[in-house]
Structures are given as C-alpha cells and as structure tokens.
C-alpha cells in the first residue's frame, strides 16, 4: 500500500522513537521465544498508522512499548499462545495491577492480533473511574505564588498555567501552540493536530491575550518569552515538551503544597467553571475537544455539588406550619441570597 511522504516520515520517527525506549529487565524465561523482527516492527507501524488509524505521535509508540513489554515477560508475538496470557494477566491482578493498567496491554495485544489477522480478541477488564478531582481558585492561586519572581523562567510557568486555566488545552497542545495559530484580532486559538490529530477553534477571553492589567499572553510574549523558534512557550533552547511541563507543574504544585496537581487538573478546572456558568455540556464538549459526548459527562457531577448546596443551606417552606411561618421564611431566604451575593 502506498502511503504519502509525511506519513513515510511519521512512520520513521515513530520507530526511531521505538528503539530508543529502554529495555525493560527480563524477569520471565524466554526459552524457545520468537521476538518479533525488526522489519515485522516496521510493518506493525504501517497498518497501525494507515489501516488501523491510530495516533502516530503517542498511541502507536506506547503500543510497541506494551508489546515489547511483554516479550521480556516471556510472551511469544510471533507463534502467538492465548494462554500465555491468561497466565500474564492473572499474575498481575494477583499482584494487585489496577483494571485500568491492565487494559492498556489488552488494547496493545488487540491491536497486534489485528495486524496478525488472527481471529482472538481480549475483553477488557471492567473499570471504575476515580472521581474527578477539581481544584479550587485557592488551589491554583498558590501555585500562581511560587512563580511570582520576575524572570522568564516563572513569568513563563505563570502564563502557562493561567493560559491551561482559560483554554482548557492539553499539555501537549498547549507545547505545540505556534505564534501564528493565534487570532490576536478576532481573540481565538487554533489548535493544530489535537487529540486524535483533530483540528478545533477556541474562544479565548480577550484580556487573557492583549489584557494590559492582567497577566495576557502578548505581554509575555512582548517581555518574557524565550525567543527560541515560532512556539508561544518555548525554553532558552526550544519548543516544550510535555514532559517537561508536567514535570514543571509537579514541582511547581508540590513547592505549593499541592502535589496531587497535575496539567490535566486546570483543564477540569476550565470545564467545571463552563458547566457552573451555564454553558452547554455540547459547547463544553466542543471546546475541549470531546469526541464523545461522554467523555465531558463526567464533570457534570461537580455542579450537582452546586446544587446541594442550595438545597441544604437555602431556608425553604416548612410544610409543617409551627416550625417556620411564611414570613420567616421569606425573611431567611433574603438573607441567603444576600449573603450569596455579598450583598448584606
């Protein structure tokens, strides 16, 4: 099958990125093993990238390095053996792996058994999502106060995390965001080759970008910007990398006193705010970048938090007469809603 130039050069660097990947101790016996080839390795990326359509830049090369995994564990790719791995999964839910871990090898194997042509496919073990852990304004404000100092370093750590704050973008967008991907005239974003190499417009507050009494991202760009190629974040060296920001923002949070803060935590921080202002859970979607509608779901419990607040602070008519007359409630509900709106 033929394939076009960039995807010849995705390809490559997929493979290249493959073989960099450090070898993992041998803790099975790969006695009478067939590893898999490098040409077979080659191939694998091909029908990944061109048949089976995943990411390039980040699913395909952490499906070779599951797979790989388990060749160091003594599972043949080649002359495949289904029981193997019954064997392999039942010793890691006896060592206490975690449903969710365990399923990225099934969607690993399920993808190399595609390629194979082989007809088996593993079910994947149930998950129960964690509860999405949002953090409060206080939260990210003291995050804010550890990179206060005025050096480019920290005013460039600042604006990353206020720009996560206001857009929602994930770590690896907000690394790829080029100068030009911005429409300082219209104030909009144009995220280039998101999350399933889709493309989306965002909506940015103004004085987020050109604010001159708040941190905006053009006067980061005028003062404090590393002028190191044509990203908006950059280091005295070049573009970021994610794994650059996340480490950042771990050491940032930590310092704060908030270690359990990751990148990911503002972009719930940005859904959350949408969905308790009133936006629609499509246009939430939308913004973030959902391709399912389920996926942006989950933060709806947070504003159910919302309401029972209401209902459990806000006085309400009694039907049991003695306890409260019409008049008393009235008057406490003023003073909620004055109280709710600094108003008394």
């Known amino acids: 099958m033929l394939v076009s130039n960039r995807r010849e050069y995705e390809e490559t660097n997929v493979y290249k990125s493959f073989s960099k990947c450090k070898q993992v101790k041998l803790v099975a016996d790969k006695t009478n093993v067939t590893t898999v080839s490098s040409k077979l390795w080659k ?25 790989r995994y388990l060749e160091t564990q003594g599972i043949n790719l080649v002359d495949f053996d289904e029981k193997q791995i019954h ?7 006896e060592r206490g792996s975690p449903n969710t871990a365990i399923n990225n090898y099934v969607k690993a194997l399920n993808s190399w058994l595609k390629y194979r042509n082989l007809n088996i496919k593993f079910k994947q073990f149930k998950e129960h999502e964690a509860p999405v852990k949002v953090p409060s304004v206080d939260d990210i404000q003291a995050l804010l ?65 050109t604010g001159i009494t708040y941190p905006s991202l053009k006067n980061y760009i005028e003062n404090w910007r590393y002028d190191a190629g044509d990203y908006a974040f950059t280091t005295d060296k070049g573009q970021l990398t994610p794994a650059y920001v996340r480490k950042r923002i771990k050491d940032i949070a930590k310092e704060a006193g908030v270690a359990w803060m ?63 007359t019409e008049n008393n409630t009235r008057n406490e509900n003023c003073r909620f809603y004055a109280k709710a709106t600094g108003e008394e």
Not at 153 to 174: N, V
Request: glycine share 4%; proline share 3%; hydrophobic share 40%.
């Open 145 to 209: 106060d550890v990179v206060s100092n005025r050096t480019m370093a920290d005013r460039r750590d600042r604006m990353i995390i206020i720009f996560f704050c206001k857009t929602g973008l994930r770590c690896a967008e907000l690394c790829n965001l080029k100068l030009d991907h911005i429409d300082w005239r219209n104030a909009e974003i144009m995220v280039k080759k998101g999350k399933g190499g889709k493309d989306r417009i965002i909506p940015a507050e103004r004085k987020v970008l």
């Open 87 to 93: 064997n392999l999964f039942y010793e890691m839910l």
């Open 262 to 324: 990751h990148p990911h935590c503002f972009r719930h921080f940005y859904a959350t705010n949408l969905l308790r202002a009133g936006a629609k859970i499509t246009v939430v979607q939308r913004l973030l970048g959902h391709s399912d509608i389920g996926t942006t779901a989950r933060y709806l419990h947070v504003t159910e938090s919302d309401l029972r607040f209401t209902i459990h602070n806000m006085p309400t008519l009694d039907v049991v007469r003695h306890k409260m």
């Open 43 to 67: 191939d694998f990326i091909r029908n990944c990238a061109v048949i089976q359509r995943l990411n390039p830049r980040s699913t395909i090369p952490d499906r070779i390095r599951k797979l």
